[in-house]
């Protein structure tokens, strides 16, 4: 069975950073594509950011670009988000999720992703 534990998360002011773990077991993160989605209060669920088994290509949502970094451990079997330059706006509940395989036109997607983390909640204030 494959289980997502989350760690990381909290509060930080504007500017700051922050840094979220998703470790998996019950599967290899080297073989699933894994991403990040957030929830802010009030609003839908959307796309962080993601990669996949091959890890040659990361996608970010705009709204990210330049300032979170997806990244992998394959010896600790950990999937990470560094969130740098943090706003308000990034304030949300985040969650990493996994699939075995997730076609690109759809790695935004996360009616793709079964498997996901138990979410972490991000608070950044002005």
């Known amino acids: 069975q494959v289980q997502l534990e989350q760690s990381g998360g909290g509060s930080v002011k504007a500017g700051g950073a922050l840094r979220l773990s998703c470790t998996a077991t019950?599967?290899?993160?080297?073989?699933?594509?894994t991403g990040w989605f957030r929830q802010a209060p009030g609003k839908g669920r959307e796309f962080v950011a993601a990669m996949r088994a091959s890890a040659t290509h990361k996608y970010y949502a705009d709204s990210v670009k330049g300032r979170f970094t997806i990244s992998r451990d394959n010896a600790k079997n950990t999937v990470d988000l560094q969130m740098n330059s943090l706003q308000p706006d990034d304030t949300a509940v985040y969650y990493c999720?996994?699939?075995?395989?997730?076609?690109?036109?759809?790695?935004?997607?996360?009616?793709?992703?079964?498997?996901w983390g138990q979410g972490t909640q991000v608070t950044v204030s002005s």
């Open positions: 999720a996994s699939n075995p395989y997730v076609i690109l036109s759809a790695i935004e997607r996360e009616d793709q992703y079964q498997f």
């Open positions: 019950g599967a290899t993160v080297s073989r699933y594509t």
